[in-house]
């Protein structure tokens, strides 16, 4: 069973901590003030976020990989230029749910080490390559027993685009047969993976328990083993927006930025064989703003966060609105008028200027989160 730890009390102790001094980065922020109660009715918000955001993303990615699959069982048999760019594409569509998904990236994605079997980085390419060189043919069921670090989405990447370091458009002459078996091998290991999630949101969340309800059930019917309320939920949601704010500011996009150019590292660049980084950045910050605001793009207008949040103080959820719009289209503009993949941007003057605004962005978001959100947990009553 998936046990979840609560992190209200950790929570208001970061608080606590930061009134009173805490450490001298907490000591830098101003604490809030707790004192001002409002009242919301979640239960619509959670409802609408369960099932029309988080389960209808496991399903678009359960759709999108098997149609990926079957794109790669089209270009093992039929090895054509269109082809393979048709399972290039399919790669990059079933990316877009995953990657907006992990701003929930909790509950079986978790618990079912669903994330590294499908999205570990970095890619051992070595040991990819010795597995190329040594072994006659590959199955699903051999591919399922290797490691986390020789499957799933950049196993696959590196396969269909190559090596990504003066381009990312790998000919269909440079794909070998044990390639391709070894590519659809692992598509359709990557498909199980994701219809098993699909399943634990929708069907039951634990494979060992036939008993055990779907996810979203422990969701929309808070007091139970893992989420003891309402406000259980809420708070996961809002930490797991912040926990994707902070690894695209401060890992993904930091790390390989380093503080200078002579500091750079291109090797940390996720995605970096289809120079999809970019594309990566902007669905993790776009997967937040599904959940802030209760739909996806072009969706129905229903209640997110964004809601909860306007029933304690409407102009910060004005104000937060606009940061996150602040950071896509900041995120979106480091490619600038060249449309320079990230792998590139890093070592170019004037991008490493957009990359620094960008990081600024999510940072404030990040700040707006913990500092002026975080404490409404406490301050909440249920309607």
């Known amino acids: 069973m998936y046990v979840k730890k ?17 450490s001298s980065s907490e000591a830098l922020i101003e604490a809030p003030v707790i004192n001002n109660s409002f009242t919301f009715s979640a239960t619509e918000m959670i409802t609408n976020l369960t099932n029309d955001v988080i389960v209808a993303g496991y399903l678009s990615l359960s759709t999108k990989a098997n149609d990926y699959y079957l794109a790669t069982l089209t270009l093992f048999n039929s090895p054509t230029a269109e082809n393979l760019a048709a399972a290039q594409q399919a790669w990059r569509d079933v990316r877009i749910p995953w990657e907006q998904g992990e701003a929930h990236i ?22 990819l390559q010795a597995l190329l060189a040594s072994q006659s043919g590959f199955t699903a069921e051999q591919v399922k027993l290797f490691n986390d670090d020789v499957q799933g989405f950049h196993t696959m990447e590196f396969l269909l685009f190559g090596d990504g370091l003066t381009d990312n458009e790998k000919t269909i002459d440079e794909m070998t047969p044990l390639e391709r ?27 060992s328990d036939s008993n055990s309800p779907a996810y979203k059930e422990l969701l929309l019917t808070a007091n139970n083993s893992v989420y003891a309320s309402e406000l259980g939920v809420i708070e996961e949601l809002i930490q797991g927006m912040i926990g994707i704010i902070d690894e695209v500011g401060n890992g993904k996009i930091a790390e390989p930025f380093g503080t200078s150019l002579s500091t750079t590292d291109t090797s940390l660049v996720e995605s970096q064989y289809s120079w999809n980084s970019l594309a990566d950045f902007a669905d993790n910050i776009q997967g937040v703003q599904n959940i802030f605001r209760g739909e996806f ?9 964004i809601d909860f949040i306007a029933a304690a103080d409407s102009e910060l959820a004005s104000r937060m609105n606009s940061q996150i719009n602040d950071a896509l289209t900041a995120i979106q503009a480091i490619k600038g008028e060249h449309n320079l993949p990230f792998r590139q941007a890093i070592n170019d003057a004037d991008a490493r200027l957009r990359i620094q605004s960008a990081i600024e962005s999510l940072s404030l978001v ?12 406490a301050q909440w009553h249920a309607n």
Request: proline letters at 6%; glycine letters at 6%; charged letters at 15%.
């Open 6 to 22: 609560s992190l209200v009390a950790a929570t208001l102790s970061a608080i606590i901590l930061s009134a009173c001094g805490g």
């Open 106 to 127: 909790f509950g079986p994605v978790d618990a079912l080490s669903i994330d590294p079997h499908l999205d570990t980085w970095p890619l051992n390419t070595s040991d």
């Open 181 to 207: 078996e070894y590519l659809v091998a692992t598509a359709e290991v990557f498909n199980e993976y994701a219809q098993s999630l699909a399943d634990a949101w929708t069907v039951s969340y634990d494979p």
């Open 297 to 305: 793009i072009n969706g129905a207008n229903k209640q997110g966060i």
């Open 366 to 377: 990040q700040t707006s989160f913990e500092r002026d959100v975080l404490p409404l947990l």
